[in-house]
């Protein structure tokens, strides 16, 4: 596995733990959404995520110290472009989305929410994209 798919993996599985326990707080009611708990919560998630990603990211470049430093060849600049480029058309439909919790009449705060995870949405996407695609040879 190169270290680009298992960047991948790590921002993946990161990504899904840390905003899979601020959405599952805020979706349960353990936190309310338009108070100052949930901007608290969410600083620290962000905060959880940084530091995951920087040790996963630190531990991954010393077991493939070859791999790490390599600069990205044609096929892993092609990966990357067709994943981000997915993650864009997520992110796109998720934003025009937006406009329905709009018109229902949803506060700005659960807007903000919506936003959030679509944005934590197109992310994933763009991670699993790159995975499928190492996998399945570019």
């Not at 708990?37 to 995951?52: D, E, F, R």
């Not at 010393?62 to 092609?78: H, V």
Request: glycine content about 8%.
């Amino acid at each position: 596995m190169s270290f680009r798919e298992i960047s991948a993996w790590i921002s993946l599985v990161t990504v899904a733990i840390c905003f899979g326990v601020y959405f599952a707080a805020i979706a349960t009611g353990a936190v309310s959404p338009r108070g100052f708990g949930a901007l608290h919560l969410l600083l620290l998630c962000v905060a959880a995520l940084v530091v995951l990603q920087i040790g996963s990211h630190a531990v991954a470049a010393r077991l493939a110290p070859g791999d790490a430093p390599a600069p990205r060849d044609e096929r892993e600049r092609l990966i990357a472009w067709r994943a981000q480029s997915l993650g864009y058309y997520v992110l796109m439909v998720g934003v025009l989305a937006l406009g329905a919790p709009a018109h229902f009449g949803h506060p700005p705060a659960d807007l903000l929410n919506f936003a959030l995870l679509e944005v934590v949405v197109a992310v994933m996407t763009v991670a699993v994209a790159q995975i499928v695609l190492y996998r399945r040879g570019g």
